[in-house]
């Protein structure tokens, strides 16, 4: 068998070995797409009480844009339910403009923890999805991201 034959082989058995290493991406790694990447986190209680003395929790993205950019974010705010019959618990919209340098900062959305589960349960399963576009400074304006969601944290009430 001819040398390049072999190296040819030893490659292609290499390569089959590390495709499904690259498929196993975090959950939390976020979505690039035309320059930025939106990265949801995992919505967590921020230590603050509302004046009805209900926890406040916290529902952050990461943004991470190049210059010459505007990103478009569309959040909605979900209660995790095990019969498939999730909670909507609120919607937003958030827009940065990176239009004279590029920057990384964290948006983020404050609510009180509801109480959505029957009585008697006393934890609330919180999670969070994003989708996003960008408008480039020629004004080309990017269709919607898929969504991406968190995993769900349980906070006690």
């Known amino acids: 068998m001819k040398r390049s034959t072999i190296l040819v082989r030893a490659l292609v058995a290499a390569a089959a070995l590390l495709v499904p290493l690259g498929l196993a991406t975090p959950a939390s790694a976020g979505?690039?797409?035309t320059g930025c990447t939106i990265d949801?986190?995992?919505p967590y209680a921020n230590g603050?009480?509302?004046a009805n003395g209900v926890k406040?929790?916290?529902y952050?993205?990461?943004v991470d844009c190049a210059s010459g950019r505007e990103v478009e974010i569309e959040m909605r705010r979900w209660e995790y339910d095990a019969n498939?019959?999730?909670d909507l618990i609120g919607t937003s919209t958030l827009h940065?403009?990176?239009y004279t340098a590029g920057g990384t900062l964290t948006r983020t959305v404050e609510g009180a923890l509801p109480n959505t589960d029957d009585f008697g349960d006393n934890v609330e399963e919180m999670y969070q999805c994003v989708r996003f576009r960008?408008?480039?400074t020629n004004l080309f304006q990017t269709p919607f991201t898929a969504w991406e969601c968190t995993p769900y944290r349980s906070i006690h009430i």
């Open 60 to 62: 952050e993205v990461d």
């Open 40 to 42: 949801p986190v995992t």
């Open 56 to 58: 406040m929790v916290n």
């Open 96 to 98: 940065n403009s990176f």
């Open 48 to 50: 603050d009480l509302n």
């Open 31 to 33: 979505t690039y797409y």
């Open 134 to 136: 960008v408008t480039l």
């Open 84 to 86: 498939n019959a999730d």
